[in-house]
């Protein structure tokens, strides 16, 4: 439930409108958020036979909820869109047979179509969305996502991959990690050292039996914290004749 949601239930759980400083419209289940001219003063209303509140309080009490309602409307996490992202990783989207116990054979499918990204980052959630301009399949799917990354400094890099169901990380064609394997919520972890200059990437990943998802690809160097790995950190400098690493041909 969104935070917006949550209030809504606690301060006019029977009502289809209230004010708060903001008018709050129910629309088919969802709540949207207008500023009230009413702000001020509270009083009654009779409307299609139905009581609608006007509640007043304080500006600070106003802008504390507003900024909450603000933070409660961030972006759910997504496996990617349909924008081309040329510098980002490329999802092929597939179905798969149901009772599949592990990532399946690509070459051998066909996609369903393409999504685009610059990180994994979908942390454990419900997942009844499917893929909009895709598929609608919310379970018994695979993405095999692959990409292209630059590294200035060679170093030992650490990797984690956290999938529910299974998912695979490879570098440079060289599988890394393995969480293959239909199973719950689970992090692996693998150190790598990688040379300077560009590196391919590709993760395998798979959803079997509804609901829960999960596909979270993490990076740290010698002394970092892990963070979400993000193509957009990596990218090389725009001109390749300036490359401290030459692309090897």
């Known amino acids: 439930m969104l935070l917006s949601d ?31 001219r009413f702000a001020g003063f509270t009083r009654w209303r009779q409307r299609d036979n139905r009581t609608s509140r006007l509640l007043s309080f304080d500006n600070s009490f106003v802008l504390a909820v507003a900024l909450l309602i603000a933070l409660a409307q961030e972006p759910v996490p997504t496996f990617g869109t349909t924008v081309v992202i040329n510098s980002g990783l ?48 919310f379970e018994w799917f695979a993405i095999d996502y692959t990409g292209r990354f630059w590294i200035e400094k060679p170093e030992l890099y650490r990797f984690s991959l956290t999938s529910d169901d299974g998912a695979r990380l490879y570098i440079d064609d060289q599988l890394i990690v393995d969480n293959d394997g239909i199973h719950s919520t689970e992090v692996r972890f693998a150190s790598l050292q990688l040379a300077g200059g560009v590196h391919s990437i590709r993760v395998s990943y798979f959803q079997g039996p509804r609901y829960t998802v999960a596909l979270i690809l993490m990076i740290a160097g010698p002394g970092e914290n892990y963070r979400v790995f993000d193509t957009d950190e990596f990218k090389p400098p725009p001109n390749p004749e300036t490359w401290t690493f030459p692309e090897k041909k």
């Open 6 to 36: 949550f209030l809504a239930y606690i301060l006019a759980p029977s009502i289809d409108s209230y004010w708060l400083g903001f008018r709050v419209v129910r629309r088919r289940g969802r709540f949207s958020f207008f500023p009230s």
């Open 90 to 137: 490329k999802g092929l989207v597939y179905h798969i047979r149901r009772n599949s116990e592990h990532l399946p054979k690509f070459e051998k499918l066909k996609p369903k179509g393409t999504i685009y990204t610059t990180s994994l980052n979908v942390p454990p959630r419900d997942f009844k969305s499917g893929f909009p301009g895709v598929t609608t399949r």
